[in-house]
């Protein structure tokens, strides 16, 4: 496919080039695996300046320092540290740079990277800026915090995390490192005023470590000197061999899409990373040839050795086209755009709930609220509950009489129910059985098989009204077929009763008509009075 220049200020003019800047944000919102790499003309917008234009970076120091460098290239170069005057110059800049940095906020570009990851679309974005606001957007990269140690990371081999979105080709002017032991460390306002000076201070690990043996009276080592942890050309880079498996996994995932703004592709080594991206994108795609797979955003044309690999340069701003991308993204694809919650999120708000509802179960426990009555018949709230009654005896239940019909005589007869009823049960049969056993010595009457009814009145109720209750129920008839008793039976029998009391005088006769109740018991149920009148 031919290059093709889509230049964005006349797109309000030229009706085909607005059709084919529309298409070629439809190709990016419908890919699902893009590749950015990004220069330092993403970040002119924030008040950063690049490298190479007229005011750049390299025609500033040409004016700082005429007579100490002849290039603005050798600024950047790893040989300038033979020398203490190029050193110098090169904090004294680096302190400048970075203090511009620090005031200056994301672009539009790069928050449209971190969109590109919050909807999934984001395979890896390859930067060649050390101003580090991709982080900062929200993106995480080699120099943010979930990924690079707050404190200092020892050992020549520091660590690229699995979740980092943002590679930092050369390294991180927000931080520091150690030119002996290569120990890292966050770049703080100490080592600013050193870098100010043209100075640079010691690593504290190397300086640690001198003293230790000097302690012991060993031989003292040699104590480095800490650095801006940026990579400068003809330097390797210390996450080099991570950076190398971090690629190598992402040409595997055969990515659809590769987009390249904000620089001119001038560095060797990303030249190379550019055309191995660039070819995995064109031999994996199975969409037609037509559709655009690499995309060059960038003011100025790149080289004619690009003319094969780059099929359409967008000639503009960068966060010019991704606002239009965002726009036309949003117009075509609205469901998009809806708030949906990621899992963490999701997790995050559930934590928060039950946190906010055990506390308020805590205050509710502590601090009771007021009791809130309603009265009757009304919508008034807020009224003072009802006094608490005072304890007080409860009265008796009253008596109730159940008509109860015997067997024998047939006839109704009124029980009372009462709480004594236990007491008169007891006593009644303690009086049937006995007289039950007098009554087999005489003939059975008339007046032997209905009981007369009698008023039987206990001792606590004395003084108090009268109330009736059944007398003793008549004792079982004895039986015709019995035969009467021979008269030494009868006398014998006889002989065990006083006419007194009519109550069993011998003690196996008084067990045996107690119906298995103890003496003991009985005398605790009833009061002495009850039992004499039985």
């Not at 006349?10 to 893009?34: E, P, W």
């Not at 007579?67 to 300038?80: P, Y």
């Not at 080594?269 to 690499?294: D, M, Y």
């Not at 809130?372 to 009802?386: D, F, L, Q, W, Y």
Request: glycine share 6%; aromatic share 4%; hydrophobic share 30%.
């Amino acid at each position: 496919m031919p290059l093709t220049t889509l230049n964005l200020e006349n797109s309000s003019n030229d009706a085909s080039v607005r059709r084919a800047l529309t298409s070629l944000s439809a190709t990016v919102f419908k890919s699902r695996r893009i590749v950015v790499v990004t220069g330092a003309g993403i970040s002119c917008s924030c008040g950063i300046p690049d490298f190479r234009s007229s005011d750049g970076l390299y025609n500033l120091v040409k004016q700082q320092y005429p007579d100490v460098v002849l290039k603005g290239r050798d600024l950047f170069d790893a040989s300038l540290f033979r020398d203490k005057t190029s050193t110098a110059v090169f904090y004294t800049f680096i302190s400048g740079l970075k203090a511009a940095i620090d005031k200056a906020e994301p672009s539009p570009t790069h928050h449209f990277l971190t969109t590109l990851d919050k909807k999934g679309k984001l395979l890896r974005s390859y930067t060649q800026n050390i101003d580090g606001l991709e982080e900062r957007s929200g993106l995480v990269g080699t120099g943010s915090p979930s990924s690079a140690e707050a404190g200092p990371s020892k050992g020549p081999k520091p660590k690229i995390g699995k979740d980092v979105k943002n590679i930092q080709l050369h390294g991180d002017i927000h931080r520091v490192r150690c030119t002996a032991c290569s120990a890292s460390y966050p770049c703080s306002e100490e080592h600013m005023e050193a870098f100010q000076k043209g100075t640079s201070p010691e690593c504290p690990e190397c300086k640690q470590r001198c003293d230790d043996r000097v302690a012991r009276s060993a031989r003292p080592l040699r104590v480095g000197h800490l650095r801006p942890a940026i990579v400068l050309y003809d330097e390797a880079h210390p996450l080099g061999d991570d950076i190398a498996t971090i690629q190598t996994t992402d040409l595997g995932k055969r990515p659809d899409l590769l987009i390249i703004m904000g620089t001119s592709l001038k560095v060797h080594g990303l030249k190379k990373l550019v055309k191995e991206f660039a070819k995995t994108v064109k031999q994996g795609s199975t969409t037609s040839t037509a559709t655009p797979k690499v995309i060059f955003v960038n003011k100025t044309a790149p080289a004619a050795e690009w003319s094969n690999i780059i099929d359409t340069h967008v000639e503009g701003t960068t966060d010019e086209w991704v606002e239009r991308v965002t726009s036309d993204w949003k117009h075509s694809r609205p469901a998009d755009w809806e708030s949906q919650l990621t899992l963490r999120e999701i997790v995050t708000a559930k934590a928060d709930k039950a946190s906010s509802s055990k506390v308020a179960s805590d205050i509710k426990l502590a601090k009771p609220r007021a009791k809130v009555t309603k009265r009757a018949g009304s919508n008034e709230e807020n009224i003072a509950p009802p006094p608490k009654a005072s304890k007080t005896t409860v009265p008796p239940p009253q008596e109730t009489t159940v008509e109860k019909k015997t067997e024998s005589s047939k006839k109704s007869t009124k029980v009372v129910d009462k709480p004594a009823a236990i007491k008169d049960a007891v006593s009644t049969r303690i009086f049937a059985s006995a007289t039950s056993v007098k009554n087999k010595t005489k003939k059975p009457t008339k007046s032997s098989t209905s009981a007369e009814k009698e008023d039987v009145l206990p001792a606590s109720t004395k003084g108090k009204e009268v109330v009736k209750r059944a007398s003793t129920p008549p004792p079982r008839a004895s039986r015709p077929s019995d035969p009467p008793l021979s008269p030494s039976k009868r006398q014998n029998v006889e002989c065990h009763y006083s006419a007194s009391d009519e109550e069993p005088s011998h003690p196996r006769k008084r067990q045996r008509s107690m119906d298995g109740l103890g003496e003991n018991s009985l005398r605790s149920l009833f009061d002495p009075n009850e039992l004499s009148a039985c």
